[in-house]
């Protein structure tokens, strides 16, 4: 169940061709036309295989109503006294199989055959639950798989759009939620099949029973219409809620330490309530919907077969025996008939997830960043960024002017500025996370528009003002579970020497687990200079070509910035090193110092040179961190 980039792009065009056909307000949709879209979109994803589902479906139905029929032999023969009497010619054509079988007469060989009869039933119905579990399992790996591959290729824009709770509850509720309703929808196409089996073998027996049972329950079915609409946009609420629900729970957790520790977690805890209390009250709707459903269910089943029999009876004078027969295929049919209304429910409250899942499909897709077909080798020549401006947002102006500046390879340069200089935005283009707006950045004299981003990506190391720690050992958060620490040497003396290289390795050998040490989410076992130094240790294990410091020391005492400064100093030559710093003591020993002031450079040279213009901003700065 392969579902390749052209399959998805033809459904999702298709998806959107649906939309416009059918109207925007999917709420509504009629119920045949509800039908074929939804399963054109189960098709998309599972193939032709769904079809062997209610193949085994309608061989299960087939061989219950036969053995049921069986039934009708017994019973006009033990009426009859042997098998030669009086026959209707439902029960003639019966005993006709029977004797072509060689039991016809035997009562206790026709019993011991309608055993065998349900225990292949039985099979048939485990042939298909188990058929469903694989396919629902094929839909957990296809789906989630997919939709995490589109989320680590999206646009940058994109990312910076949405909340964190959004694309957890996407990728763990909402999926969830989607194959869910792929079970409702294969359990209601399930019942329409049985129903129609049911009624079918029952109008053989008795077709004008048949008839009257068909025509009410399609009339109760009708009534019924108004209930799935209605389960329906409950549905498509509670999948909206759900992603403000986990914003607010991601939000709270994340930032626990510093929200209780100042006593302001009530904000949050109102939102979360608030959402609980929706989610709360859809359901509980939802509940009154099913148990009315569930409620009615037996009873107007029971109902409508009592005033078709009495009907049949006292004014068409129908033989009993067939209509005993049929009654129990009608029982069962009714059953279903009346099941298919709370499966359609069922469906109809998990369609919100569908209708999500199919949507950020389409807009990730949309929104997938674009890469170019040049694989850039190891950086040989540098980095240039030429007339580059960019802006955020057009309104807004823009945030970077007019950028023309060099980063030769190999040499260490420096940016300073005020908080919002726009240095941060500058790293994020030269690792082209961002496009410019006007102009264009060179990588080794390539366009940054042709560059396979994964090539250039793949030789630059980050480490950024706010820590990126993992859950995991401390060997892996160096590594990044590129080898395995215990048992290759290779990995070990490579993660030990990165760990000294960033004046880590003392406190991570006074562990009491040493590197296999769990740190816990995001670190929280560290101090905050042990996760800065964890966090350089891990770049220096990929040996890049190009290491981008964003403020890498800030988070350290005097002694460990030392270090760090002195490990940084020591990479001078022989890799290309790019830093942003606050405290221009750091930036000392670096080649070349740009200095940036609202979106433009407005100074650069060397440390010597800057210190020596006059009312220079970089010499003012200087002297402002001296005081």
Do not use: C
Not at 268 to 283: D, F, T
């Amino acid at each position: 169940m392969n579902v390749n980039k052209a399959i998805i792009k033809y459904f999702l065009l298709k998806m959107l061709k649906s939309k416009k056909r059918i109207g925007t307000d999917t709420a509504n949709l009629p119920v045949f036309t509800g039908i074929r879209y939804y399963f054109s979109i189960f098709k998309e994803f599972i193939g032709r295989r769904m079809y062997l589902v209610f193949v085994l479906t309608a061989l299960a139905a087939l061989a219950e109503s036969f053995g049921i029929a069986l039934i009708l032999p017994l019973i006009e023969v033990a009426d009859a006294g042997d098998v030669d009497g009086e026959m209707s010619s439902a029960t003639a054509v019966l005993m006709s199989v029977l004797n072509t079988i060689g039991i016809g007469n035997s009562l206790v060989a026709i019993l011991l055959f309608i055993g065998a009869v349900f225990i292949g039933k039985g099979l048939l119905k485990f042939s298909e639950g188990a058929y469903l579990s694989y396919l629902k399992s094929q839909l957990m790996i296809e789906i989630k798989g997919k939709m995490f591959d589109k989320y680590s290729t999206m646009d940058y824009s994109y990312y910076s759009e949405k909340n964190t709770g959004h694309f957890v509850n996407i990728i763990n509720g909402q999926i969830s939620n989607f194959i869910k309703s792929f079970e409702s929808f294969k359990q209601f196409l399930t019942m329409i099949i049985m129903t129609v089996v049911y009624f079918s073998v029952a109008m053989i027996l008795a077709w004008n029973f048949a008839l009257m049972a068909v025509v009410l329950g399609a009339v109760l079915l009708y009534l019924f219409r108004w209930l799935n609409n209605y389960v329906r946009r409950l549905s498509i609420k509670t999948a909206e809620e759900t992603t403000t629900l986990n914003k607010f729970l991601v939000q709270s957790i994340q930032s626990f330490k510093y929200l209780a520790s100042t006593a302001q977690m009530n904000f949050l805890k109102k939102g979360v309530i608030q959402s609980i209390k929706k989610l709360a009250n859809y359901q509980l709707k939802r509940g009154i919907a099913n148990a009315f459903t569930n409620g009615i269910k037996e009873p107007v089943s029971v109902l409508f077969l009592l005033l078709v029999i009495i009907l049949q009876v006292t004014l068409f004078d129908s033989p009993i025996a067939p209509i005993f027969v049929a009654l129990l295929l009608f029982h069962r049919g009714m059953q279903q008939l009346v099941g298919i209304q709370s499966k359609w429910q069922a469906t109809m409250y998990d369609i919100g997830s569908l209708e999500m899942v199919i949507d950020e499909f389409e807009n990730v897709d949309e929104r997938q960043e674009p890469t170019g077909s040049t694989k850039i080798p190891a950086l040989s020549k540098g980095i240039d960024f030429r007339d580059v401006s960019f802006a955020y947002n057009k309104d807004d102006g823009d945030v970077l002017k007019d950028i023309d500046l060099q980063i030769p390879v190999n040499r260490t340069v420096a940016f300073v500025g005020e908080s919002g200089a726009g240095k941060s935005t500058l790293i994020d283009m030269m690792t082209l996370m961002l496009r410019p707006r006007k102009g264009e950045i060179y990588i080794d004299d390539v366009p940054g528009g042709e560059i396979n981003r994964e090539s250039w990506r793949s030789q630059i190391g980050y480490v950024s003002q706010e820590t990126v720690v993992f859950d995991d050992t401390i060997a892996n958060n160096i590594n990044l579970w590129k080898g395995d620490y215990s048992n290759d040497p290779d990995v070990r003396n490579r993660v030990r020497e990165a760990a000294e290289k960033a004046y880590a390795l003392k406190f991570i050998e006074e562990m009491p687990e040493g590197f296999n040490t769990i740190v816990g989410d995001r670190g929280i076992r560290l101090s905050g200079g042990q996760r800065q130094r964890l966090f350089i240790a891990r770049e220096l294990y990929k040996q890049p070509n190009l290491l981008i410091l964003d403020e890498a020391t800030s988070a350290l005492d005097s002694d460990s910035e030392n270090y760090i400064q002195q490990s940084i100093d020591n990479l001078k030559g022989s890799m290309t090193v790019m830093i942003i710093a606050h405290r221009l003591s750091t930036i000392k020993n670096a080649d070349y110092i740009y200095v940036m002031d609202h979106g433009k450079i407005i100074e650069h040279g060397s440390y010597e040179d800057l210190t020596m213009v006059t009312n220079g901003r970089f010499k003012e700065m200087i002297e402002l961190q001296s005081l």
